[in-house]
């Protein structure tokens, strides 16, 4: 899964710049809407980091929503130097396209706020792992209690940042999570497979289904550009006939405009439609990803040309680069050995 490159709101930036002196802020509540980061609320420092955890950030939080959270580890009341790690709250039962969206955002936010504020990063999506001893034993690990130089300052933030790429990485294999296809995209492969047809349409519905739009006979030697939506993304299981036999060419079309949220759940379905087609046989050829219609055509007249020259040509140009890659060394017959004697 790509990351989202959501806009991070001013509010929020000027909230957390503020919490660095204002002691009575333990922490910020942060959403997702309309594809921006934003400040939901504050949580406010009452006592120590793990009654303000308890007591107020955890009796704030949902089942069924997802959250990041900014909050500070070190003692406020005493007016230490704040301490913030970064928490991401995605409970399973929160949307898919939330849990991408708040998964992927984590980095971004990090480097838009400052990294150099932040000693750790902690990621739950169940109420049994938001513990404070659990929190605070991970983060642990990473904290620096002692003043540092400005050269273990850098070398601080280099390893942070590669930290929260590792943890980035790791949260996109969300990317592999089953996506249920209708029984219309089942039925319509089994056709594809046949040969009944040659254009299989799906997308993504709002039910987070994969869903079928078209099941078709096109004519894939003309021009295809009126078939794709300019609007919408759509996989499209496509079948080219040659003269003898057929190939199959997977088509992932995504329009510049298609909103950040069905980009990254669209990307992320991807393995389940290819998993299903594997499934009744269909072995793609090619797999091409477009960004407007008309590329469409110039990528199938390359797949055309290909399966033509493989067909008619004979022997590959590859082949015949191993077969004349080395040359004759000069002169006649092999080499010979040149014996002195001294």
């Known amino acids: 899964m790509a990351r989202a490159f959501l806009e991070i709101e001013n509010e929020l930036k000027d909230a957390f710049y503020s919490a660095q002196e204002n002691t009575r802020i333990r922490g910020l509540k942060i959403s997702i809407s309309n594809d921006i980061i934003k400040l939901e609320s504050t949580i406010e420092c009452y006592e120590s980091p793990e009654y303000d955890f308890e007591n107020s950030l955890l009796l704030s939080l949902s089942d069924t929503e997802a959250r990041l959270i900014t909050f500070c580890i070190a003692d406020r009341m005493s007016g230490c130097t704040p301490k913030w790690v ?6 399973d039962s929160c949307p898919v396209r939330d849990k991408m969206l708040y998964s992927s955002s984590r980095e971004d936010l990090k480097k838009s706020l400052g990294l150099g504020y932040f000693v750790g990063e902690y990621y739950a999506n169940t109420k049994s792992d938001m513990t404070w001893s659990q929190i605070n034993e991970y983060i642990s690990k990473d904290r620096v209690d002692v003043p540092l130089s400005l050269g273990e300052k850098l070398v601080l933030e280099e390893k942070t940042l590669t930290h929260v790429e590792s943890n980035v990485t790791r949260s996109t294999a969300m990317g592999a999570l089953p996506f249920h296809l209708s029984s219309s995209i089942i039925s319509a492969l089994d056709k594809l497979e046949k040969g009944e047809v040659n254009w299989v349409e799906m997308t993504l519905n709002s039910s987070e289904e994969i869903d079928l739009v078209h099941e078709k006979v096109v004519d894939t030697n003309s021009t295809l550009q009126a078939h794709i939506s300019s609007t919408d993304a759509r ?5 080219l006939s040659k003269s003898s036999s057929s190939c199959f060419v997977f088509l992932f079309s995504c329009p510049e405009n298609t909103p950040v ?7 992320s379905c991807k393995a389940s439609v290819l998993a299903a087609c594997s499934s009744k046989g269909i072995s793609f050829d090619r797999s091409i990803e477009i960004r407007s219609s008309d590329e469409i055509d110039d990528h199938l007249q390359l797949e055309r040309e290909d399966t033509t020259t493989a067909a008619t040509s004979g022997p590959s140009s590859a082949s015949a680069v191993m077969t004349h890659s080395k040359p004759q060394r000069p002169g006649r017959g092999k080499a010979r050995i040149a014996k002195f004697t001294l």
Not at 86 to 91: G, H, R, Y
Not at 235 to 239: D, L, P, S
């Open 235 to 239: 996989f499209i299981a496509i079948r």
């Open 261 to 267: 949220r069905m980009r990254m759940s669209m990307s």
């Open 86 to 91: 970064l928490i991401a709250w995605v409970p």
